[in-house]
T-cell receptor, first 116, second 109 residues
Framework: EPEVTQTPSHQVTQMGQEVILRCVPI?????FYWYRQILGQKVEFLVS????????KSEIFDDQFSVERPDGSNFTLKIRSTKLEDSAMYFC??????????????FGPGTRLTVL | AQRVTQPEKLLSVFKGAPVELKCNYS??????LFWYVQYSRQRLQLLLR??SRESIKGFTADLNKGETSFHLKKPFAQEEDSAMYYC???????????FGAGTILRVKS
């Protein structure tokens, strides 16, 4: 069964550095999402992406964050200048976008980002 | 405001006992409700959604719009049910999921 994949599984970076988290959604899915979960807290929505543009973003998703689908298969989340509070598990998700409402979101295994 | 509340951080039951994981929501429109499960060291995966009205692994959940609840139930817990369970809702453009804080279910033998 196809799965969403994410790389790396764990990323350690210094405060102020840029990081790029990578995701390969399930092929033929049309909607893509990033969520994050700070340790001990709930899973929070960051951004949704459809038709090569952001369709919705949360307050967390400020100018330090950006998303891109550079080549039709990868879906990336970039954090330009990491802060300590960006340390979290980042989940990518994709969904088919069929006419069945709402079709299911499938999650990747997550990338644990540690900012030192 | 969209909000999902799971009041229990941990629910511990014995094998064979009934299970009820509570979920209440706040949403101004007509949301779609889901239960996601995360087994140890695995990814989040959909357990069930209210629109399907299905039973998965013996679990059921009924949407009660009057009480704004979507509690997850299973009549006889099994050890392999031990996991983190998240209630979530979606509604509106983009179909983002709004999650509750999650409940750890621990089934003891």
């Amino acid at each position: 069964e196809p799965e969403v994949t994410q790389t790396p599984s764990h990323q350690v970076t210094q405060m102020g550095q840029e990081v790029i988290l990578r995701c390969v959604p399930i092929s033929n899915h049309l909607y893509f999402y990033w969520y994050r979960q700070i340790l001990g807290q709930k899973v929070e929505f960051l951004v949704s992406f459809y038709n090569n543009e952001i369709s919705e973003k949360s307050e967390i998703f400020d100018d330090q964050f950006s998303v891109e689908r550079p080549d039709g298969s990868n879906f990336t989340l970039k954090i330009r200048s990491t802060k300590l509070e960006d340390s979290a598990m980042y989940f990518c998700a994709s969904r088919p976008g069929t006419f069945t409402y709402p079709d299911t979101q499938y999650f990747g295994p997550g990338t644990r980002l540690t900012v030192l | 405001a969209q909000r999902v509340t799971q009041p229990e951080k941990l629910l511990s039951v014995f094998k064979g006992a009934p299970v009820e994981l509570k979920c209440n929501y706040s949403y101004s429109g007509s949301p779609e409700l889901f239960w996601y499960v995360q087994y140890s060291r695995q990814r989040l995966q959909l357990l069930l959604r209210h629109i399907s009205r299905e039973s998965i692994k013996g679990f059921t959940a009924d949407l009660n719009k009057g009480e704004t609840s979507f509690h997850l139930k299973k009549p006889f817990a099994q050890e392999e049910d031990s996991a983190m369970y998240y209630c979530a809702l979606t509604g509106g453009y983009g179909n983002k999921l709004v999650f509750g804080a999650g409940t750890i279910l621990r089934v003891k033998s």
